[in-house]
């Protein structure tokens, strides 16, 4: 082999091996800027929530009955277009201490999903009292 055949595969060979690095730090740039993006809307959605529509919105009734979950309410609210995203507000269940009570309830698409939360948790604190 020549020396400039040796000379263009070296060449050729740190190019390469530049552009794979460059291809790597690129994908890691948009991984990590599409984490940071998600994860901010997902922050977002359990402090700052948003209703669905504005007012005066679609109001449902919804049956929460024995035995639900807060998965399977989150699940049921997402369902009927209440709330947009049932993972935040279990999340934002769990942060704020708020349950689920069997009963029926009317919602609004105009509605938080804390909203909600508070209106099912405050019927729980009613029974409580005995009201």
């Known amino acids: 082999m020549s020396r400039t055949t040796r000379d263009i595969n070296r060449i ?5 091996g530049i ?8 994908a890691v740039f948009v991984l990590m800027y599409e984490g940071a993006t998600k994860g901010y809307q997902f922050g977002h959605a359990i402090f700052a929530p948003e209703a ?18 807060l998965s399977d309410v989150a699940k049921k609210l997402e369902e009927e277009g209440l709330i947009s995203d049932r993972f ?3 999340v934002q269940a769990k942060f704020y201490e708020y ?13 938080t999903s ?7 948790d ?10």
């Open 52 to 69: 669905v529509d504005a007012e005066p919105g679609i109001v449902k009734e919804i049956v929460i009955t024995e035995g639900e979950s």
């Open 19 to 26: 552009s794979a690095r460059l291809i790597v730090f690129a």
């Open 114 to 120: 804390k909203e909600m939360l508070k209106l099912i």
């Open 99 to 111: 349950e689920v009570r069997p009963g029926a309830y009317e919602l609004s698409t105009s509605m």
């Open 122 to 131: 405050a019927a729980k604190a009613k029974d409580e009292d005995g009201e």
């Open 88 to 90: 935040a507000m279990m």
């Open 12 to 16: 050729t060979t740190a190019i390469i």
